[in-house]
């Protein structure tokens, strides 16, 4: 299921821990699938039980505690919006708002044609920079008026 490419990654997760210790590069391999497959099915989380040699039942609690990792499928491009009181003080329900009336769903929702899946989201830890969302996990966005959240609507949908 997963390519040798993101095995090779997790082989390099792995070698950070004493052997007894595999188990420490659980959540790293599971970004790792993640970025790959776009979300963690069931198949491949035993998958990287088995590779790392734990227990799927760790694994998967491990999915299904942290809210980075997605357990269905979702959009091309998830985007959370930092809901927590500071950014929705300092315009984060406003954003929110803007990206389900742009794209014509709630919260927990994905496009019908795929391509965006909505979020809430907790602290970013960049309170000072409200809004705040993340896309794909990997990007943030900071300051985001409607003119900011237009643009990048445009640009994800291209």
């Given at each position: ?10 082989d390099r997760e792995l070698a ?121 996990n990997h990007r943030m966005c ?15 949908n291209k």
């Amino acid at each position: 299921m997963l390519s040798q490419e993101t095995y090779k990654k997790i082989d390099r997760e792995l070698a950070k821990y004493p052997a007894d210790q595999r188990q420490s590069a659980v959540m790293a391999s599971l970004a790792h699938a993640q970025v790959e497959l776009g979300w963690l099915s069931p198949e491949t989380m035993q998958e990287i039980a088995d590779y790392i040699g734990m227990p799927a039942i760790a694994v998967q609690e491990v999915a299904t505690f942290y809210n980075m990792y997605n357990i269905k499928p979702v959009g091309k491009h998830k985007i959370t919006v930092c809901t927590n009181l500071p950014c929705a003080l300092s315009g984060g329900e406003r954003a929110g708002q803007r990206i389900k009336d742009a794209l014509g769903i709630g919260y927990r929702d994905t496009t019908e044609d795929g391509k965006f899946t909505l979020l809430e989201g907790e602290c970013m830890g960049a309170c000072g920079d409200a809004p705040v969302m993340l896309v794909n996990n990997h990007r943030m966005c900071s300051f985001m008026s409607d003119e900011k959240i237009d643009a990048l609507l445009e640009e994800l949908n291209k």
